[in-house]
């Protein structure tokens, strides 16, 4: 995917800057949420000296902030969500971050759209790490996917409670036949930061997978988020 440029200190700064596959491997692997380290502060501070801090009051606000919210995706998504301390930021201050969120999200989404969603695991983590992974309750989202396996759509297919989001497996089926998908892949997250799918996820990976064969359409993956990792049902053998 070709990318915009990204000034120094900010190529690091967690799962939203999307990056070629050589470089993957030359920085922390976008599994989910990195560790606490000062790339997330770096980030941060130059996202708040961009909207009008001093240096010394965005490094400050910047360290606070990573410690109120451990990463710069939670942080992104506590401007989006208004959520916590960032909600007493100055109003120029959350749009950018929010800017930023939405556009990093974009990029990702235009990558999977031109290329394999299944081939390309560390794009996918990111992008969904960064839509799921600090989300208080569970929602259920469906990767619809093409032929030759690019995005078609994403869409929120259920929300729910700390535990649980209603699924209805028909009204899955229904909108890939829609969609005109070929196949596509479950993922829903757990609040709970444990990606270790239960008795229920099982159940209903079993009737989503079993309504889809009716109408000759399969399931890929099923994607359990978590806020430090991204399981995958099938690579696990559990699909």
């Given at each position: 995917?070709?990318?915009?440029?990204?000034?120094?200190?900010?190529?690091?700064?967690?799962?939203?800057?999307?990056?070629?596959?050589?470089?993957?491997?030359?920085?922390?692997?976008?599994?989910?949420?990195?560790?606490?380290?000062?790339?997330?502060?770096?980030?941060?501070?130059?996202?708040?000296?961009?909207?009008?801090?001093?240096?010394?009051?965005?490094?400050?606000?910047?360290?606070?902030?990573?410690?109120?919210?451990?990463?710069?995706?939670?942080?992104?998504?506590?401007?989006?969500?208004?959520?916590?301390?960032?909600?007493?930021?100055?109003?120029?201050?959350?749009?950018?971050?929010?800017?930023?969120?939405?556009?990093?999200?974009?990029?990702?989404?235009?990558?999977?759209?031109?290329?394999?969603?299944?081939?390309?695991?560390?794009?996918?983590?990111?992008?969904?790490?960064?839509?799921?992974?600090?989300?208080?309750?569970?929602?259920?989202?469906?990767?619809?996917?093409?032929a030759a396996n690019r995005l078609v759509a994403d869409e929120v297919?259920?929300?729910?409670?700390?535990?649980?989001?209603?699924?209805?497996?028909?009204?899955?089926?229904?909108?890939?036949?829609?969609?005109?998908?070929?196949?596509?892949?479950?993922?829903?997250?757990?609040?709970?930061?444990?990606?270790?799918?239960?008795?229920?996820?099982?159940?209903?990976?079993?009737?989503?997978?079993?309504?889809?064969?009716?109408?000759?359409?399969?399931?890929?993956?099923?994607?359990?988020?978590?806020?430090?990792?991204?399981?995958?049902?099938?690579?696990?053998?559990?699909?």
């Amino acid at each position: 995917m070709s990318r915009p440029y990204t000034p120094p200190g900010m190529a690091d700064g967690g799962a939203f800057f999307a990056r070629p596959q050589e470089e993957l491997a030359q920085v922390q692997p976008l599994a989910g949420a990195l560790p606490v380290g000062p790339d997330h502060r770096q980030c941060l501070a130059a996202l708040l000296g961009a909207a009008g801090m001093v240096p010394v009051q965005a490094h400050e606000k910047a360290e606070a902030l990573v410690g109120e919210y451990a990463t710069l995706s939670a942080v992104l998504l506590a401007a989006a969500q208004q959520e916590g301390s960032v909600r007493l930021l100055p109003e120029a201050v959350r749009v950018l971050l929010i800017l930023v969120r939405e556009s990093a999200l974009r990029l990702h989404r235009a990558r999977l759209q031109r290329e394999s969603v299944l081939c390309e695991r560390p794009a996918l983590n990111a992008y969904l790490s960064a839509l799921m992974a600090h989300e208080k309750t569970e929602q259920m989202r469906v990767l619809f996917l093409d032929a030759a396996n690019r995005l078609v759509a994403d869409e929120v297919m259920g929300r729910g409670t700390v535990d649980h989001a209603p699924v209805y497996p028909r009204e899955i089926v229904r909108r890939a036949l829609v969609l005109q998908a070929s196949s596509f892949v479950l993922v829903h997250n757990h609040p709970s930061g444990d990606v270790q799918p239960s008795a229920e996820d099982m159940r209903m990976t079993g009737q989503i997978i079993a309504a889809a064969r009716v109408v000759g359409l399969s399931v890929a993956d099923h994607l359990i988020v978590g806020r430090e990792q991204v399981l995958s049902m099938k690579e696990a053998g559990l699909l």
